[in-house]
Structure formats: structure tokens, C-alpha cells
T-cell receptor
Framework: RKEVEQDPGPFNVPEGATVAFNCTYSNSASQSFFWYRQDCRKEPKLLMSVYSSGNEDGRFTAQLNRASQYISLLIRDSKLSDSATYLC???????????FGQGTTLQVKP | DTAVSQTPKYLVTQMGNDKSIKCEQN?????MYWYKQDSKKFLKIMFSYNNKELIINETVPNRFSPKSPDKAHLNLHINSLELGDSAVYFCASSQDLSGEDTQYFGPGTRLTVL
């Protein structure tokens, strides 16, 4: 079983749609959780951290369910510029080691 | 004012050659990393250094040797390149080892071994 699992997609949605990505992780001792965004042929960049209480940044909402070891990302009112691969990332221990999911590809169409 | 820079951006070479990739960060971070992203897009950590000290070595073949001359630099030397080494290699840095901070990635080095 992969340490971090995501549906690779692709998710093809029209502009303005709401889309949700899910991710599960296997290590119950994981402490920190993130969503990174990677554009085609570019480096990953932090989109947002994920907290147990849930957090929102504009059109983006992230949720963490520790009991189910499940992380989600909701994007409202999708823009063309949201087209990218979204990487679910879990920190493993205190060595700074990040475990990346395979990524979910989003394509927003006009 | 690039935060994490890598050179070269592209590297095309023959099997059996030795090559190096350089990385520098100007963020004043203590921790630096090397990641490999293969053709299936999985991004996997290879090494991490904290203040020039090796912290993580993820069962990478010993043909790969990282070197950190100071905490702002982490270079990667690869001996006897193999076809399977073809990938994009990303350098990254973070404030410290806590794993709670943002990791900032360089633009990547696309290595092709022929």
C-alpha cells in the first residue's frame, strides 16, 4: 500500500465548477499535512497547509480527518489558472521527510 | 532574487558518464533536500542535510553522492549513470527539520541518460 494515495484523475471540469480531491495516508503517526501544486514542467509549490480544524484560503478549503487518515481539498468557482497537478503531502516524523502522493491532475476548461 | 536555484536545467549524457547538479538557496534555511521525480510523476526524497550534516539517505544507490560545502549549497554527484537515472531532480530547502515549514523547490534539473 502506498504511504499517500490519491486518485490521479484527470479531473476535467468547466470554469466555475466546484471540484474536490481526496487523499489517504497510511502512517497514523503523521503530524503535518499539506497540499502542493505543480504546474506542467515546473516545481511543486505549497498551496496550503492542512489543519485538523479545517482551513480555508479564498476559493480553497482543506480538511483533515485523523481518525480516517483522510485529507481533502475543495476548489470552488474553478478558474482556468487552477489547471495543474495537486499533490497531497504528509510529513513523516521530525526529519523533515515529506511523503508525496502521485498527484491529481485538474484540467479546467472554458 | 531566485530563492532556490539549480544548475544545469537540462542535462543530456551517455550511460556510464559522471555528472553533477548544483543547488543553492538564498533563504537562510538550515535544511536542504534532493528529490527525484520519475516518469510516473512520483516525487521521492533522496537525501536531506541539516547544517551540512546528512539526515536522510533513502536507500539511494551509492553512485549518488551528495555534498554540502555549506548550509546554502547542496550538490549532487552521480557516477556511472544508468538509463533508469533519467528523471527530473529537484532541490529544496526549508527553515529547519521540523517538517512543519514550507519546503521551497528549485526549478528542477531534467536529466536524460542515453
Amino acid at each position: 500500500r502506498k504511504e499517500v494515495e490519491q486518485d490521479p484523475g484527470p479531473f476535467n471540469v468547466p470554469e466555475g465548477a466546484t471540484v474536490a480531491f481526496n487523499c489517504t495516508y497510511s502512517n497514523s503517526a503523521s503530524q503535518s499535512f499539506f497540499w502542493y501544486r505543480q504546474d506542467c514542467r515546473k516545481e511543486p509549490k505549497l498551496l496550503m497547509s492542512v489543519y485538523s480544524s479545517g482551513n480555508e484560503d479564498g476559493r480553497f478549503t482543506a480538511q483533515l480527518n485523523r481518525a480516517s487518515q483522510y485529507i481533502s481539498l475543495l476548489i470552488r468557482d474553478s478558474k482556468l489558472s487552477d489547471s495543474a497537478t495537486y499533490l497531497c503531502v504528509v510529513n513523516s516524523g521530525n526529519t523533515g521527510k515529506l511523503i508525496f502522493g502521485q498527484g491529481t491532475t485538474l484540467q479546467v476548461k472554458p | 532574487d531566485t530563492a532556490v536555484s539549480q544548475t544545469p536545467k537540462y542535462l543530456v549524457t551517455q550511460m556510464g558518464n559522471d555528472k553533477s547538479i548544483k543547488c543553492e538557496q538564498n533563504l537562510g534555511h538550515d535544511t536542504m533536500y534532493w528529490y527525484k521525480q520519475d516518469s510516473k510523476k512520483f516525487l521521492k526524497i533522496m537525501f536531506s542535510y541539516n547544517n551540512k550534516e546528512l539526515i536522510i539517505n533513502e536507500t539511494v544507490p551509492n553512485r549518488f553522492s551528495p555534498k554540502s560545502p555549506d548550509k546554502a549549497h547542496l550538490n549532487l554527484h552521480i557516477n556511472s549513470l544508468e538509463l533508469g537515472d533519467s528523471a527530473v531532480y529537484f532541490c529544496a530547502s526549508s527553515q529547519d527539520l521540523s517538517g512543519e515549514d514550507t519546503q521551497y523547490f528549485g526549478p528542477g534539473t531534467r536529466l536524460t541518460v542515453l
